[in-house]
């Protein structure tokens, strides 16, 4: 069992739609990191959180640390916020990082 | 500048080319770290630099040789490759090693023919 998991794997939704990408984790963590790939490459940190809830524009990010859950919310969807979403632990000085979601909104 | 770059953004090598992927940031971080991701998967740790002293190598075949010459500067010295190594290599920094948000660069293309 991988110690970060994320789900879905894959995510299609229409533009408008209320998105929500699930991470948990197996691990003791000292933060839970969300990160945003688009096709081509760089990756963009959107997250850093050790509790509670975090807001940025569009996109919430929660954490239960009793339930090692993680979610990652995105109001109001829209095409480009199309591109893999990864959930990625620090524990012991490291990354651990999820496989990621695959999220397309089509317009 | 909370800017990461990469260069060169492609690379096409031989078996037996020598060349060097360059990594630089601005931020005062003190970490910086080589990873490598295959098309489809996360990012593979590879190096790990912190305060310029190698503090993490994740069993990297030796043909891989990273070098950190001073606090804002990383690069990756590649040596008779092979065509399994293609991959985008990604540099990224941290403020701390292990435990702060990274910043990541754009990426090197890397294809071994």
């Known amino acids: 069992k991988n110690e970060v998991e994320q789900s879905p794997q894959n995510l299609t939704a229409q533009e408008g739609e209320f998105i929500t990408i699930n991470c948990s984790y197996s691990?003791?963590?000292?933060?839970l990191h969300w990160l945003q790939q688009h096709p081509g490459g760089g990756i963009v940190s959107l997250f850093m959180l050790s509790s509670g809830k975090k807001k940025h524009g569009r996109l919430i990010a929660t954490i239960n640390i009793q339930e090692k859950h993680s979610s990652l919310h995105i109001t109001a969807s829209h095409p480009r916020d199309s591109a893999v979403y990864i959930c990625?632990?620090?524990?012991?000085?490291?990354?651990?990082w999820g496989a990621g979601t695959k999220l397309i909104i089509k317009p | 500048d909370t800017e990461v770059t990469q260069t060169p953004k492609h690379l096409v090598m031989g078996m037996t080319n020598k060349k060097s992927l360059k990594c630089e940031q601005h931020m005062g971080h003190r970490a910086m770290y080589w990873y490598k991701q295959k098309a489809k998967k996360p990012p593979e740790l590879m190096f790990v630099?912190?305060?310029?002293?190698?503090?993490i190598n994740e069993s990297v075949p030796s043909r891989f040789s990273p070098e950190c010459p001073n606090s804002s500067l990383l690069n990756l010295h590649l040596h008779a490759l092979q065509p399994e190594d293609s991959a985008l290599y990604l540099c990224a920094s941290s403020l701390v090693a292990g435990i702060d948000e990274q910043y990541f660069g754009p990426g090197t293309r890397l294809t071994v023919t």
């Open positions: 630099y912190s305060y310029e002293k190698l503090s």
């Open positions: 990625a632990v620090s524990s012991n000085y490291q990354l651990i």
């Open positions: 691990v003791g963590i000292s933060a």
